[in-house]
């Protein structure tokens, strides 16, 4: 069984649309997370969210915003995208409550701004 | 802000051949993740470092971690091609455990 899986894993539009990427994980993991790797292979972070409390990196623009039905799921919701949005977003989750807080990723969702 | 540096950004190294990538760190923290990364791939959880002076192993790979001088190391011994992948280190912060990456280490061992 996946982990932490993420749809779609390619994911192809214009500039102005309204787009959404959906986040699972299947650890029983209380905090979940989103960041974004560009075209330099860097990565930021962009959400961290428990069901108490969402962190939002102040360098993410208000375009972007999570939503979580459960504790399971932390989905992605893009508005208006634009080019400088093309990148490659993962999703990842970690036990805070106990552990060592180490994060696990999921396989990634291309996004394509055109 | 915390701020992670990887250095070198690329590497290319010799089969048997010895290197070590280093990971420092602006702000105090006891947290540091080195994570593998392959082409297309996602990322590969190769070590949990939480203490100063912690020292992990694994194959040929050894990460270490100095939390007074904010630095780690990730050690490769008689590098083999199986190794060559991207190598990143990761920082948590105090706030909701976000991690902060260093830019990657861009490892090619030939043969």
């Known amino acids: 069984d996946t982990a932490v899986s993420q749809t779609p894993k390619y994911l192809v539009t214009q500039m102005g649309n309204d787009k959404s990427i959906k986040c699972e994980q299947n650890?029983?993991?209380?905090?979940m997370y989103w960041y974004k790797q560009d075209s330099k292979k860097f990565l930021k972070i962009m959400f961290s969210?428990?069901?108490?409390?969402?962190?939002i990196n102040e360098t993410v623009p208000n375009r972007f915003s999570p939503k979580s039905p459960d504790k399971a799921h932390l989905n992605l919701h893009i508005n208006s995208l634009e080019l400088g949005d093309s990148a490659v977003y993962f999703c990842?989750?970690?036990?805070?409550?106990?552990?060592?807080?180490?994060?696990?990723f999921g396989p990634g969702t291309r996004l394509t701004v055109t | 802000e915390l701020k992670v540096e990887q250095n070198p950004l690329f590497l290319s190294m010799q089969e048997g051949k010895n290197y070590t990538i280093y990971c420092n760190y602006s702000?105090?923290?006891?947290?540091l993740y080195w994570y593998r990364q392959d082409p297309g791939k996602s990322l590969e959880s190769l070590f949990v470092?939480?203490?100063?002076?912690a020292v992990k192993q694994e194959g040929r790979l050894m990460a270490s971690l100095d939390t007074k001088a904010r630095l780690s190391t990730l050690h490769i011994t008689a590098a083999v091609h199986d190794l060559s992948a991207t190598y990143f280190c990761?920082?948590?912060?105090?706030?909701?455990?976000?991690?902060?990456f260093g830019g990657g280490t861009r490892l090619m061992v030939k043969p």
């Open positions: 990842a989750s970690s036990p805070i409550s106990s552990g060592n807080g180490e994060q696990y």
């Open positions: 650890l029983g993991h209380d905090t």
């Open positions: 969210y428990n069901n108490k409390e969402l962190i």
């Open positions: 702000t105090t923290s006891d947290r």
């Open positions: 470092l939480l203490s100063n002076g």
């Open positions: 990761a920082v948590a912060g105090n706030a909701g455990n976000m991690l902060t």
